[in-house]
């Protein structure tokens, strides 16, 4: 110990070296692609407080993971006839480059207008699986309705349907984690998705599994931004909360692309029940069908075992290909600068922009943060609307020929950290019903008066912004 008090500057330095070639290492050979704000606050974070921020670096800077059989050189896509630059045949032809499943046919949709209609979908897709039932969700409300799920499960697995849950490591502390054992002992199949605790996978505690889906038999998907708790459908009056129902966005279909969600499902099962990155890929690259007789979409996922951040990327092209308008609709918006900027220059070329959000949502620490980027938006020409309640619907539509929806949130967490996933639809009656449900919420929304903070509030908000969302 005297040796160690003399030679603490010796310790000190060593540190810092170990340090940042740890971090300088991790970044390189990870491909992490950092904001440089957020390199630079690690990088000094390391060189001033080396004991402090090393072992947060540890736990949380991991961005991206390897892949096995990833290629680094993806093929490029062709570059379009000038009367293919439309934002459905870029957003194709990104994916394309992105590796992204190709475009398939879908039949059966149904957009659910409230959290009654979404519930019963929802009962009828566990009732009627016949065979196969997987359950992805980030959290299994500890209530009325999670105990409904949970008998149902349970009842479809006595009836001989193979049922599996998969429930995100940190939303099951929010809900759910009770009923694990319950589920087992029926023979339901359940898995965490990294663990809070006891997880091999060291570093990857940050990233968390935000997808929402149901998939029946491989060939019927529920899927959209609601999580299995009382308050994402018809609330909950009679408990201690009061739980009031949210306005959330949720959909189903059959076809094809649930079956690319089933596949997508088994790969992140694998994930969580193996504890390691699969070897292969869940999708090929195939050729995209022509889109001209039937109703095509195709799955969007994104997160830290893509090269690419696909959903952020396809929503910077779209910013720069619309030609009409670009209707969004999220509870938590604090995108990243170059996201920002591409929605400002999009208002800035005469696109309407409208951007609909809660008044006050579940997470103050969001709401403090979206103030100045909501000024600047609104400065270049968007228009943001205040909710009167909590909204927690995800969707983006572009033009007439675009729509996005899932669980992915307009901010930085989701767009760069989390596991997500959206469905990307083409057909023009499907985006219409989507664009004609966030206008409806829109007409009951007020439209966001920007004001000029005052010095302490704006230092506030930048704080906010610099501490709060870089991880």
């Known amino acids: 110990m005297e040796w160690i008090a003399r030679h603490w500057e010796i310790l ?20 992490q692609r950092r904001h440089p704000s957020v390199a630079v606050a690690w990088f000094f974070g390391i060189l001033l407080v080396p004991y402090f921020v090393l072992p947060l670096f540890l736990i949380f800077g991991i961005r991206k993971i390897r892949i096995p059989g990833v290629r680094k050189n993806r093929n490029r896509a062709s570059v379009p006839s000038p009367e293919k630059y439309t934002t459905a045949a870029r957003c194709q032809e990104l994916g394309e480059a992105m590796r992204l499943p190709a475009p398939v046919a879908y039949t059966h949709f149904v957009l659910h207008d409230d959290g009654t209609r979404s519930l019963d979908a929802l009962r009828e897709i566990i ?14 409300g500890h209530d009325a309705l999670g105990s409904e799920i949970v008998e149902r499960l349970e009842r479809r697995a006595k009836d001989g349907v193979k049922v599996r849950l998969l429930i995100d490591g940190i939303g099951a502390w929010l809900g759910g984690r009770s009923y694990l054992n319950r589920l087992k002992k029926a023979r339901v199949e359940t898995a965490l998705f990294v663990p809070l605790f006891g997880s091999s996978l060291h570093g990857r505690t940050n990233l968390r599994n935000h997808r929402k889906m149901v998939i029946a038999d491989n060939t019927r998907l529920w899927c959209g931004g609601r999580n299995l708790a009382a308050e994402y459908f018809e609330g909950d009056p009679r408990s201690f909360l009061k739980r009031r129902p949210w306005a959330d966005l ?25 504890n390691s990155v699969p070897a292969d890929l869940p999708f090929s690259a195939e050729e995209s069908p022509r889109m001209k007789e039937r109703k095509y979409a195709q799955l969007v996922a994104s997160g830290p075992d893509n090269p690419d951040d696909t959903i952020a990327t396809l929503l910077i092209s779209a910013c720069f290909t619309s030609q009409r308008r670009i209707l969004i609709v999220t509870p938590y ?47 270049s020409g968007g228009r943001v609307w205040l909710f ?34 959206m469905i990307a639809f083409y057909d023009r009656e499907t985006v219409q019903k989507f664009a004609a449900w966030v206008e409806a919420r829109r007409a009951e929304s007020q439209a966001y008066v920007a ?7 704006e230092l506030q908000e930048g704080l906010i912004l610099w501490l709060a969302f870089q991880l």
């Open 12 to 31: 000190d330095l060593v540190l810092v070296i170990l340090g940042l070639a740890i971090y300088i290492t991790a970044s390189h050979t990870l491909h």
């Open 127 to 140: 009732e009627g699986a016949e065979r196969t039932l997987d359950i992805c969700t980030y959290i299994l």
């Open 250 to 274: 949720s959909f189903e279909l059959r076809g094809e692309v649930a079956r690319q969600a089933g596949r997508q499902f088994e790969y992140d099962w694998r994930f969580a029940t193996e």
């Open 333 to 379: 918006f604090v995108p990243d600068f170059s996201l920002l900027t591409s929605l400002s220059l999009a208002a800035r070329r005469g696109i309407e922009v409208d951007l609909v959000i809660p008044a006050h949502s579940n997470h103050g620490l969001a709401d403090q943060a979206r103030h100045r980027l909501l000024r600047e938006l609104a400065a």
């Open 388 to 421: 009167p309640r909590m909204i927690h619907a995800k969707a983006v539509v572009v033009d007439d020929e675009l729509a996005l929806s899932g669980s992915a949130n307009i901010d930085g967490r989701s767009l760069y950290l989390n596991y997500e996933m």
């Open 451 to 457: 004001r000029a903070p005052g010095f302490l509030r």
